[in-house]
Structure formats: C-alpha cells, structure tokens
C-alpha cells in the first residue's frame, strides 16, 4: 500500500549546525511533496515543497532535495536555530487522487544551545 | 497572512453524544479538508470537499462523520455516536486552486470521555 515514512524519530543537533531530515515514500504516482513543520499544539506548518519535475528547491535556510530513483526527499536546514525545534513531517500528494495529503510519521528535531 | 480559523480549540464530550468541529478556511480558497492527529502518530486524511460536495475520503471517514459547507465561511465536521478511539486532533485545512497555499488550523483537540 502506500506509505511515507522517516528514517529517525528523533534527532538532536547543535545550534548553527545544519540539520537534514530524511523521508522515504513508497508511490511513485506522487508528484508532490510538501515538508511540514509542527510545534506542540499546533496545525502542521508550511516549510517548502516540491514537485516532481524538479530534483531541489531552495528557501530561505531550507532546501528541499528529491530523488525518484530512489524515492528520497529530504529537508536541509541552515544554520539551526533553538527555533526550529519542532516535528517535522513530510507529506505527498498522490496523482491520482484528490488533493489529499498522505504524512508521514515525523521526525523530532531537537536544536541544543 | 491569511489564516484558517477552528473552534473550539478544546472539545471534551461524552462517548456517544455527537460534536460538531466548525472550520473557518481561507475565503478565496475552494478546496477543504479534515485531517485527525492521534496523540503522538501522525497526521491522517479524512476527506477533501469541493463544490459543495465530498471528492474523496478515507476508510477512517464511515457513516459516523459527515462534512457540511452551510454557508460561504464554515466548514464543519460531524461526529455522531463519538467513540473512546476518536479522542484526536482534528485539523481543517484548506487550498486555493488545487494545491496552492495548503494551509491548515491550529486544530481542535476532541476528547472523548
């Protein structure tokens, strides 16, 4: 079936160092993704996307990297910061559905000072 | 910057009463949705509205839930005959053309007692 899932729960990074959270996805009909950021109590938060047609997308301190050989995106952010501690999930969006988002599980971010 | 607003933020009811979850989404946006978080997985899909009518939904989403655009703001989720296990976040998003600008609320956390 379809899936979306992180290689680490959790992972801990010191300030100004430079943080990469990983997502494997299983559909290789998806031809969109979308990295979220979720602090405690709140609705999931746009970082970037990307579409399939692309392989990187650069933000601000974000950039975002998609592989379909391998079904790889990953999140790289600069220069981590104490506020960037938070769950980060990544989601896709099938082609051949509606607009329905499919998350996967999340990985914490923890930035030590 | 534009917001989608839920209320309540915190919903506690009885199991087998029935709870309305209101949304308020982006005003120029065309497409819903309903997400649940179970505490500590991840976000889930329940359905996607558009035109005034469901265009996809998820197994999650049985004859126990029902969505309703009464007007041209809310955006509402009901839950009859509430169950222990519906005890979630429940996340309203909404988007513009498509994919565009996909931004959820800051949820209502349900209860169920």
């Known amino acids: 079936g379809e899936s979306v899932g992180l290689h680490l729960p959790t992972l801990s990074v010191q300030e100004g160092d430079n943080s990469i959270i990983n997502c494997a996805y299983s559909n290789s009909a998806s031809d969109y993704f979308i990295w979220y950021k979720q602090e405690s109590g709140k609705g999931p938060q746009f970082i970037i996307d990307i579409r399939s047609n692309m392989d990187k997308r650069q933000g601000q301190r974000v950039t975002v990297l998609l592989n379909k050989t391998v079904k790889h995106l990953s999140l790289q952010i600069a220069a981590t910061q104490p506020g960037d501690s938070a769950v980060y999930f990544c989601?896709?969006?099938?082609?051949?559905?509606?607009?329905?988002?499919?998350f996967g599980s999340g990985t914490r971010l923890l930035v030590r000072p | 910057e534009p917001e989608v607003t839920q209320t309540p933020s915190h919903q506690v009811t009885q199991m087998g009463q029935e709870v309305i979850l209101r949304c308020v989404p982006i005003s120029n946006h065309l497409y819903f949705y309903w997400y649940r978080q179970i505490l500590g997985q991840k976000v889930e899909f329940l359905v996607s509205f558009y035109n005034n009518e469901i265009s996809e939904k998820s197994e999650i989403f049985d004859d126990q839930f029902s969505v309703e655009r009464p007007d041209g703001s809310n955006f509402t989720l009901k839950i009859r005959s509430t169950k222990l296990e519906d005890s979630a976040m429940y996340f309203c998003?909404?988007?513009?053309?498509?994919?565009?600008?996909?931004?959820f609320g800051s949820g209502t956390r349900l209860t169920v007692v």
């Open positions: 989601a896709e969006n099938p082609m051949d559905s509606s607009y329905k988002l499919i």
């Open positions: 998003a909404s988007s513009g053309t498509g994919l565009d600008g996909y931004t």
